[in-house]
């Protein structure tokens, strides 16, 4: 056969495409089949004549579209091979149509369900082998048969006609009087094809105009000849208030109509379009509700049959609606023109201004560094629902020049991208620390498809050392241990002079303080003693081998956590539900870290990442943990005593909170926080002092911006190092500096991608990568949570550290200290 055609023979289904088959003929069907082809059918006398190899795209023209009918698929059913299934081959074969033959019901069904023919020629002339017409019901029960040509070939009646209704009940289009010529089969199929196939292929071109005008943002009515409404779009009934059930085989003259039309307005109408000339023009229609809303319409009758116009298609847009969207056309071409300029200009971030190139946060006073944020709040990148953004876009460009024009199909190209969060960075010689960071940081790494798989098995609870006396009670609390924490509300806690006095136990000590501050007890209404053996046991699964990713952390973020919760707009925002599961959430949130990113877990083909998919792992898997060892010894399960529905919402927030720490999403929270609380506010602020207090609340204490701002506040209190105090910055630089060079260590020695090559411990530039990540990470997200909490000191202590490590780094030191004098 040529290589055009495919042909599939068997009890089930055999493929042939010019090449090997996938499946065998038996010996018998081979040799009739190539017979067949090779000497032609002797009864016809006519040889086959192999179709090109080459598959064209037949161009259709339906109205104004064109469409492009690819080559035709056939299906033939015959139980037996014969003349008449050897002359449809045949054909099929001149035709360059592609062609499957099955031999039994279950193998045409099964064929159809995977390729859906466009045309099935079903034998009905043997009862005996299978009932055609309950395989083509069975075929029509499908829905994408919808569109199929059923033929059924029948016997050529001994008498008398017989009726063609069973077939038609039956849900055949077509039927076919046998004849084996093959000749006569190839008329038949080219008929078929310029017929009721190319006819069907044109409706279903109409799903995608009607799918047109269901998303079409205009309202849209379609009526018949005498004016009966036949359809109405979902923006027509959304504009209007109808539903559509309301309307569809009304006439025009039984919707009500507004009377602040002009008396002889629809006689004009109508005289224009009966003529078959278009009408375009002003008018009122009348809402479902008595309202009257002004619209622009443009009415286009349809000639159809006849020359006779069998249709009127009525597009309407509401006046007050069109002036939005020039006046939003106006403004985005004026903002792409911004953005034209500004994307001259090489900087790796998000628009934002420099932390050092604004004034001294810490000297210039509270209302000039507010001021200051808030200038920088504005410039971050506005978000808004794609949909509207893309509309406005299109909107924009029907009346653009061209350069504008472009610059906007650039836009609706990036929009189409899913990193619409992510800064396009440079390339990895402009700035290799950044970009191994981001790969670090933000990307699930690269997948291995051999071996070298590193097992990471969830471990059982430790047991508590014995060295240390369990406290008992706050009162219990060692005297060197409550000294250390005297200042634990001050952002200036120094949390290493806490970690040694507690022999690397922090997070316990500090737990229990922080929460009988914010009474967490109470809240719970679980005893203290359950809350200290759960936070023993959360701390016995923090890794104390890890250099960063232990329970100094976590005790370093539950602090930062804690520090938020007092700024008075967190408070304002947040309810007592809001705070304990911030504080659980920061206690827990890197739980049984294993001192390796989501990247390395991933390459390794670790067993976390395959429980996780790859996806969130460690996030996942820290959430996950933290709930199994609450919930599995009432000893330590704080949420015993909850009742179910706030446990519930309790769980969900804290879930919620420890996801929010995997990078990846980072740039989505930060413009999210931003254009959803950030901008409101400073508006209401601008518009008026402080704002309207009714109105600040509004925005604080929507169920999605509280959402918002405890991700932010965790965010935040999990990466605030460059935020701390110079001593406290230098060492957690250290820290998490050694265990990315473990893990770039490992990396090699098992032969895995190396996830950030610059952390390489022999040389790597640390002051070079706190730069990166400072600039990249931090100085966006603590503008904008600046503006909102209100923190000074922390914004002087970024400045200071930063303006630290360029120091280092203009020297072109690598270390975290300069060397001693």
Known sequence: MGCASSIHISDRVVYHSGKESEESHSPQQTNTTQQSQQQGNPAQGLPIKPSSCKTTLTEVQFGPMKLYEDQLQVLLVFAKEDSQSNGFCWACEKANFKCSIARTPESALECFLEKHHDLIIIDHRHSRYFDAEALCRSIRAVNSSENTVIVAVVKRPDREEATLMSLIAAGFNRRYVENGNMMACYNELIQLEHGEVRAQFKLRACNAIFTALEQSQEAIEITSEDQVIQYVNPAYESIMGYQKGELIGKEIIEVPKSEKNKPDLLETINSCIRKGKEWQGIYYAKKKNGDSVQQNVKITPVIGQGGKIRHYVSINRPLNDNNKTEKSSDRVQAESQTDIQSCKHKDRRKGSLDVRSTTSRGSDGSSQRRHSSMARIHSMTIEAPITKVINIINAAQESSPMPVAEALDRVLEILRTTELYSPQLGTKEEDPHTNDLVGGLMTDGL???????????????????????????????????????????????????????????????????????????????????????????????????????????????????????????????????????????????????????????????????????????????????????????????????????????????????????????????????????????????????????????????????????????????????????????????????????????????????????????????????????????????????????????????????????????????????????
């Open 447 to 821: 997948r291995r498809l051999s071996g070298n798989e590193y097992i990471f098995s969830t471990k059982q609870p430790h047991h508590i050392p014995s060295h240390l006396t369990t406290p008992l009670s706050l009162n219990d609390i060692p005297p060197r241990v409550a000294q250390t924490m005297e200042n634990e509300d001050s952002w200036d806690f120094d949390i290493f002079n806490l970690e040694a006095a507690t022999i690397k136990r922090p997070l316990t000590f500090l737990g229990l303080k922080i929460f009988s501050r914010f009474g967490v007890c109470e809240f719970l209404s679980c005893p203290e003693a359950t809350l200290r053996s759960w936070l023993q046991v959360i701390e016995a699964n923090y890794h104390s081998s890890n250099s960063y990713h232990n329970s100094s952390h976590a005790a370093d973020v539950l602090h930062a956590t804690a520090y938020f919760l007092c700024k008075e707009r967190v408070k304002q925002s947040l309810d007592p539900i809001d705070e304990v599961a911030a504080l659980i959430a920061a206690t827990v949130h890197d739980v049984d870290h294993p001192g390796r990113t989501n990247s390395f877990l991933c390459n390794a083909g670790s067993e976390l990442a395959i429980l996780y998919n790859d996806t969130a792992v460690l996030e996942s898997h820290h959430a996950a943990l933290a709930f199994q060892i609450t919930t599995r010894d009432d000893k330590c399960n704080i949420f015993k005593n909850m009742e179910r529905n706030e446990y519930r919402t309790l769980r969900q927030a804290i879930i919620d909170m420890v996801l929010a720490t995997e990078m990846t999403k980072h740039f989505e929270h930060v413009n999210k926080f931003v254009n959803s609380i950030n901008k409101p506010l400073a508006a209401l602020e601008e518009n008026g002092g402080n704002g309207d207090e009714e109105s600040v609340k509004g925005i604080l204490t929507t169920p999605e911006n509280r959402i918002l701002v405890k991700r932010m506040l965790i965010k935040c209190a999990d990466i605030s190092n460059p935020c701390r105090p110079l001593e406290l910055c230098i060492e957690w630089a250290g820290r998490i500096s050694e265990e990315y060079f473990a893990q770039t260590d490992e990396e090699k020695r098992q032969g895995l991608p190396v996830v950030m090559p610059v952390f390489d411990r022999n040389t790597c530039s640390i002051p070079k990568s706190q730069i990166s990540f400072i600039d990249y990470f931090i100085t966006d997200m603590f503008d904008a949570w600046d503006a909102f909490a209100d923190l000074p000191n922390l914004m002087q202590h970024l400045d200071n550290n930063y303006k630290y490590w360029k120091g280092l780094d203009e020297r072109k030191l690598h270390s975290l200290r300069p060397p001693p004098e």
